[in-house]
């Protein structure tokens, strides 16, 4: 019996590589430059073809590490948020893409790299990022907004073992500015009452002292997991 030709698909894992900048506030992703086409040398998500073998999250691992250059030890979590399954997502042909987002260590850097770009979230639609990666982006900003501080994982990975209202305030800040349909913007005092009563995480003492003596007013509260 003749047997019909079937073209399968290729699988991609496309990562969303985010880190919060505590030297001005405002979370981040990473992109590296395309060496081939298409779109050769033009800024993209890391991404690669999974591997015969090979585990979704060792993809991800491994397009971290080869596409935006970061060392896995800097790597603090990764989570798989779904599929995109667009089949003219690639000029090349069909793919279905897994897609990822990775949250880095606050303090890395691209130490000015050129084939490696930071780039604020704010930014993102005025990039024109190629493939369907504006709207892997959007898709991953969303999840990650549904996910803050209420995923200890994610939530931890993000903003550090400690972090001050102000921080998670300019997280969900930059978040709204890209989604104001999905993520609520902030206010400030009810992010500090909310975080009151938020389990597993406790306000950090202030030495009173040291406010006594700098004449400064009391700065934004400090909070570490339990």
């Not at 900048?21 to 999974?50: C, M, Q, W």
Request: glycine residues 6%; negative net charge; aromatic residues 4%.
């Amino acid at each position: 019996m003749e047997t019909q030709a079937w073209e399968q698909p290729l699988i991609s894992v496309d990562v969303i590589t985010v880190k919060l900048d505590k030297s001005d506030g405002h979370l981040k992703i990473f992109l590296g430059l395309r060496k081939n086409e298409p779109f050769k040398d033009t800024y993209a998500l890391p991404g690669v073809l999974l591997s015969p073998h090979e585990r979704v999250s060792e993809a991800a691992t491994r397009a971290v590490t080869s596409k935006a250059l970061i060392p896995e030890d800097k790597i603090r979590a990764v989570r798989d948020i779904g599929i995109s399954d667009n089949p003219d997502r690639d000029p090349r042909g069909a793919t279905l893409s897994v897609v990822n987002i990775a949250v880095i260590d606050s303090s890395f850097d691209v130490n000015g790299s050129d084939d490696v770009k930071l780039v604020n979230v704010a930014d993102i639609a005025d990039l024109g990022l190629p493939f369907d990666h504006e709207n892997l982006v959007l898709k991953a900003l969303a999840q990650l907004g549904s996910l803050l501080m209420t995923d200890a994982e994610i939530s931890k990975a993000l903003l550090g073992d400690e972090f001050r209202t102000t921080e998670l305030y300019d997280t969900y800040n930059d978040l709204n500015l890209v989604l104001p349909a999905t993520v609520a913007k902030p206010d400030l005092s009810n992010l500090s009452r909310r975080l009151k009563t938020t389990r597993g995480i406790t306000a950090k003492p202030v030495d009173e002292t040291s406010l006594t003596a700098s004449g400064r007013g009391r700065p934004s509260s400090v909070w570490i997991w339990n």
